[in-house]
């Protein structure tokens, strides 16, 4: 059974982002929903991580009806998660607070366009955002900020872009030698078999790829950062 929306409808010359938030407004309240009343920031991270992953595949679908809708679903994760932080007793923040923070920080960060700083490419100005980023949030590490609970291949990954656009250059300690004619002949498809493969000889050893590679990363992560402050 369901029912129309239009018992709900938007008030005179409301958006539907406030509607939005009228909505969680009365989930939330007494005589609301009691399954989302009694949600927390922990008991939704579930659901964060499902419904971005299914926005992920409808964008490589290119379903444009399952984008309009998995999109929606991830902006009610915000919005449910910004309206349980607005009942917190001591620092309480609404939505209206994190909008207003991410847009100080784009404006902030993007010198290009609200200030008169010039960048010669992309790669000069994704090097500006992480400096931008080390120096506003007092990062000591080129790994501040890197969430650890990230797929092991893309935090590995993201341990490597930290790396170079930060201007460090370290090498992993064991890292695979492909020859000059391998590597003029790698493609995005090549590469993706030779993972596959490294992964296959993994599971024929009874071996965790994930856990392996995740450990091998954080091992890493910690000999950069041991060096650097030596």
């Not at 609200?114 to 100005?125: C, I, M």
């Not at 650890?148 to 890292?175: F, M």
């Not at 030698?177 to 050893?205: H, I």
Request: charged share 30%; glycine share 4%; hydrophobic share 35%.
């Amino acid at each position: 059974m369901s029912i129309s929306p239009d018992v709900f409808p938007l008030l005179e010359n409301e958006t539907e982002l406030e509607r939005l938030r009228r909505v969680m407004d009365r989930l939330r309240s007494p005589g609301g929903c009691s399954w989302d009343a009694e949600q927390d920031h922990r008991s939704l991270l579930k659901y964060l991580i499902e419904e971005s992953y299914e926005l992920v595949d409808a964008i490589e679908a290119e379903d444009r009806a399952d984008m309009r809708e998995e999109l929606g679903d991830v902006l009610l994760q915000v919005y449910f998660h910004s309206r349980i932080a607005q009942e917190h007793p001591d620092d309480p923040f609404s939505i209206e607070d994190v909008a207003r923070q991410v847009s100080d920080k784009l404006i902030s960060r993007h010198t290009h366009v609200f200030g008169d700083v010039v960048f010669e490419n992309n790669e000069e100005l994704l090097a500006n955002w992480e400096a931008q980023k080390q120096a506003q949030k007092g990062r000591t590490s080129p790994f501040d900020g890197v969430p650890l609970s990230q797929p092991a291949l893309s935090l590995a990954a993201k341990a490597r872009y930290r790396l170079d656009k930060l201007g460090h250059q370290v090498e992993v300690a064991q890292p695979i030698k492909l020859s000059p004619e391998q590597l003029n002949d790698m493609t995005s498809e090549k590469f993706g078999d030779l993972l596959l493969g490294l992964v296959d000889q993994a599971v024929s050893l009874g071996i965790d790829p994930e856990n392996s590679l995740r450990n091998a990363t954080k091992r890493f992560m910690a000999e950069v950062e041991s060096r650097i402050q030596n």
